[in-house]
């Protein structure tokens, strides 16, 4: 990854608001072009921030920012070829469907045929066909998400920055249009930065994905790789379900539970030291307690402390005495066995599983 | 079927559509008793003197100038013809444009700033600045202007001084300072609802989109604010119209504008038809001009 193809690198990039607030703390990215890369992290986290500053609605208090290896500084937005769909989408109310599509065309003097031509296309590709004339105010909350995105695409920016776009939309559309976002980024193959706190979103779209948390980058890296591995305990905690359960390494790959039980886990710290041993509820199965558990793998022994229905699976928490509680997510497969609550069981899990992280 | 369907469903069952219209007249009668007292105030003190004068307007004199409510007749109707009155109509209505127009010119600027404070503690402070005038009387403030503009006064030393004006108090600037001075707060006002109102994020699309500072401002800010500024501008061009106090004190009654034309028919002239039918005329004029506003591109206020 060299300086020359990133879309967009940032340099120990900080934001102070004030004297005490630090939004934004030392951040370094590479965004490669091409890229679908999304910004996850809680709200306050900075990550808007950061996505205003490559914009330039913001400026960094330091560091640098580049874009195609040009250096932004304090040039103002309409100077950078970047455009942005904004978290309200932020259609103009004075204008109809197709006037807010051309405003950047217009505003940088692209003469009016290969404007119009541009427009038609740009509405064409969000599939909003016959409705140029309308006004913002007659259209519904997925129909202004796909004018916001015309807005922006019409201009053929080198990178396209998302905030939260999908926020305001309801659980079905959102999902439809996650898939057509990605579909259109095909299509344009422009670098699109997403900011979003929903990590499924985030998962499910990006080709990589930087965990944010107070003003830092957690983790950068593909979404599977910070789903599996991830490196610290915010990341592991806010990406995806995480059963968390206190431990002490004994040595390199193994560790002790505090109700005295050793098991095998990849481990980072030396030993002795004072872990979170994290599980995903999903790697987890439930046995009978008469049943042995296959030798290669870790087993606790337990009791079914609480079900919840979820539909699509059922999610047992498991007591386990003095070293705690843990979440197991069985699907809901046919002739699945369902537990009750008192149940006696052995849970057991791949060592691979389970990842010893510390603060 | 999603969550909203069903909710949608379950709303149209429990509503039964008579129980619905005699709930909704109620509720307009209610909203009637709320504003009653209003609309008899209004009535009595506001809309009957109207009539009144309406009524005058088409009434006779007798030899002494006493109105008298016989041989009804369009004679004062047909006296606004008059070169004379035409010539104190286009004067007065010059002077509520320039009026308006000169009181948006401050007004904008100081408005907008007002409305992008960050602290809604600072916004708020200042607002009270501009209502501050309010609490004492606008003659006794006039006349205070008076004194400041005053031979002996800082401001026509100051002219003096740079040898820009020799006098200022009874000189058309001088009615223009009070003026301006007079209706600048109703002109602010209006201004400041719409700019405090303004989704600020759309001027960042619009820098986003392409367009410089002033661009921006010109596209966005300024079409968005269109409401404050015909609000403000009526505020401000009505009363102008038919300004008295000030152009009188200020202006040392030199200037004959329709506000002291149709004071002096009322008094010195003892013509209260004719000065009954100025005043319906202004009125008139005022009403189609609003209507016209609203019917076309004039939203809600």
């Known amino acids: ?359 | 079927m999603t969550l909203v369907d069903e909710r949608e469903t379950v709303e149209k069952e429990e509503v039964n559509p008579r129980l619905e219209r005699r709930a909704r007249r109620q509720e307009s009668w209610r909203g009637f008793f709320h504003a009653a007292p209003a609309y008899v105030y209004l009535t009595l003190f506001f809309v009957l003197p109207l009539l009144i004068i309406f009524v005058f307007s088409f009434a006779s004199r007798s030899n002494t100038g006493k109105p008298l409510l016989e041989n009804w007749n369009l004679d004062s109707w047909a006296r606004l013809a008059d070169p004379l009155v035409r010539t104190i109509a286009v004067r007065s209505l010059t002077m509520a444009i320039a009026n308006t127009v000169l009181c948006l010119l401050i007004a904008y600027p100081f408005a907008y700033w007002i409305a992008t404070r960050a602290r809604q503690r600072t916004r708020t402070l200042l607002l009270i600045a501009v209502l501050i005038p309010f609490w004492s009387n606008f003659l006794v403030r006039t006349y205070a202007w008076r004194m400041l503009l005053d031979s002996d006064g800082y401001i026509t030393q100051l002219g003096q001084l740079t040898g820009l004006w020799e006098r200022m108090l009874f000189t058309q600037p001088a009615v223009f300072i009070g003026l301006v001075y007079g209706y600048l707060p109703f002109m602010v006002l209006p201004l400041y609802a719409a700019l405090e109102r303004m989704d600020w994020s759309l001027v960042e699309a619009g820098r986003d989109l392409y367009a410089s500072g002033s661009k921006a401002f010109r596209r966005i800010t300024l079409p968005l604010s269109k409401p404050g500024i015909i609000a403000g501008s009526i505020l401000v061009f009505i009363p102008s119209l038919g300004a008295y106090v000030t152009p009188d004190i200020l202006g040392g009654a030199k200037t004959n504008l329709l506000g002291n034309l149709i004071v002096t028919q009322f008094q010195a002239a003892r013509n209260w038809p004719f000065g009954s039918a100025i005043s319906g005329a202004i009125l008139i004029v005022m009403l189609v001009a609003t209507m016209i506003y609203f019917r076309t591109g004039g939203r809600t206020i």
């Open chain 1, 1 to 359: 990854m060299t300086a020359e193809t990133s879309a967009v690198s940032l340099h120990g990039v900080t934001k102070r608001f004030g004297k005490d607030v630090v939004a934004v703390d030392d951040v370094d990215l590479q965004i490669q072009d091409g890229e679908f890369f999304s910004l996850l992290g809680p709200s306050g986290c900075g990550k808007t921030t950061t996505l205003r500053m490559i914009g330039g609605l913001e400026f960094p208090t330091e560091g640098s920012i580049r874009i195609f290896d040009e250096e932004m500084g304090l040039r103002p937005p309409n100077k950078r070829p970047i455009n942005t769909v904004f978290q309200s989408y932020a259609l103009f109310p004075h204008m109809n469907v197709s006037e807010n599509v051309g405003f950047g065309l217009k505003m940088q003097k692209v003469d009016d045929s290969e404007a119009r031509r541009r427009v038609g296309e740009a509405i064409d590709l969000v599939r909003l066909t016959g409705m140029e004339m309308r006004s913002p105010k007659e259209l519904s909350g997925g129909e202004q998400q796909r004018v916001a995105l015309a807005r922006a695409l019409v201009n053929r920016p080198k990178v396209l920055l998302l905030d939260e776009p999908l926020g305001a939309l309801d659980l079905k559309l959102r999902q439809t249009m996650q898939l057509e976002l990605k579909d259109i980024q095909h299509e344009v193959g422009i670098t699109f930065v997403y900011v979003t706190h929903d990590q499924g979103e985030a998962l499910t779209m990006s080709d990589r994905v930087g965990v944010m948390n107070e003003g830092q980058l957690a983790q950068v890296g593909p979404p599977e790789e910070v789903y599996e591995s991830p490196q610290s305990l915010f990341v592991a905690g806010f990406v995806g379900e995480m059963c968390l359960i206190p431990a002490v390494v004994t040595e390199s790959g193994s560790v002790r539970l505090n109700g005295g039980e050793v098991i095998r886990a990849r481990t980072l710290s030396p030993k002795g030291a004072e872990v979170t041993l994290t599980i995903r509820p999903e790697k987890l199965h439930i046995y009978t307690a008469a049943t042995d558990a296959p030798p290669d793998r870790n087993a606790l022994k337990g009791s079914i402390g609480r079900r919840t229905f979820y539909g699509e699976a059922m999610v047992y928490e498991v007591q386990l005495g003095a070293s705690g509680s843990i979440e197991v997510r069985v699907e809901n497969i046919p002739s699945i066995r369902r537990w009750s609550v008192g149940d006696q069981v052995i849970i057991d899990f791949h060592p691979e599983a389970a990842m010893a992280l510390s603060e």
